[in-house]
């Protein structure tokens, strides 16, 4: 299980951090990832990082200001998002997967609840 939290609203060039909390064990074995959805539109990949080496993948719309990290010994995921846009307005959703860095929905087994994360201009 998968819980999601710390979306709010929040102006443009503001930052928020999202964490997603994981229940059971071999939280290290597991990929996560963060995708998001948009009013309106499809969901979309944003970051995922590796299960025990940490490699990170982001989408362009959001290098150079997104960072995703993990605390394995929290069971905890983090996505750091700095320099907001408005156009980053969506529910954020963690998941996570036994494949290593998966960037689609698809490769994904488990998925939380979602965040709303609103940035006003």
């Known amino acids: 299980q998968l819980q999601a939290s710390g979306g709010g609203l929040v102006q443009a060039g503001g930052s928020l951090r999202l964490s997603c909390t994981a229940s059971?064990?071999?939280?290290?074995?597991?990929?996560m990832g963060w995708f998001r959805q948009a009013p309106g539109k499809e969901r979309d990949f944003v970051a995922a990082?590796?299960?025990?080496?940490?490699?990170?993948s982001y989408a362009d719309s959001v290098k150079g200001r997104f960072t995703i990290s993990r605390d394995n010994a929290k069971n905890t995921v983090y996505l750091q998002m700095n320099v907001l846009k408005p156009e980053d307005t969506a529910v954020y959703y963690c998941?996570?997967?036994?494949?290593?860095?998966?960037?689609?929905?698809?490769?994904?087994?488990?998925w939380g609840q979602g965040t709303l994360v609103t940035v006003s201009s």
């Open positions: 990082i590796s299960g025990s080496f940490g490699l990170t």
């Open positions: 998941a996570a997967t036994r494949a290593s860095l998966a960037t689609t929905e698809e490769q994904y087994d488990y």
């Open positions: 059971g064990r071999s939280f290290s074995r597991y990929a």
